[in-house]
């Protein structure tokens, strides 16, 4: 069994920072990629940022230049968070796709993790 625990979400201002993390654990023999999806309230949920095990490495458009993914030895991802806007606000959804003991390929959720972004 693979699981995905994400951490760092919370409350900020416009303009403010906050650095998101998913540490992936289980029976993992490879990750090839590891994203981050967002909810927001009313929307449907959306890629923010995808990085795979070559380094290959992608945003979307909102969030370019604002907003830098990457990742660990450890099967865990982080997505560093500037300059926060209204519209970045909602539930963060770590993702994988994760090849496991059993030799399956398994797309695997984290249960996700509040970002609210409010004066």
């Known amino acids: 069994q693979v699981q995905l625990a994400e951490s760092g979400g919370g409350l900020v201002q416009p303009g403010g920072s906050l650095r998101l993390s998913c540490a992936a654990s289980g029976s993992i023999v490879s990750i090839s990629a590891m994203n981050w999806y967002r909810q927001a309230p009313g929307k449907e949920r959306a890629l923010v940022a995808r990085i795979t095990d070559g380094g290959s490495i992608q945003y979307t458009d909102s969030v370019k230049g604002r907003f830098t993914i990457s990742r660990d030895a450890k099967n865990t991802v982080h997505l560093q968070m500037n300059s926060l806007k209204f519209e970045d606000m909602g539930v963060y959804y770590c993702?994988?796709?994760?090849?496991?003991?059993?030799?399956?390929?398994?797309?695997?959720w984290g249960r996700g993790t509040l970002v609210t972004v409010s004066s």
């Open positions: 993702n994988a796709a994760v090849l496991d003991w059993s030799r399956r390929y398994l797309e695997v």
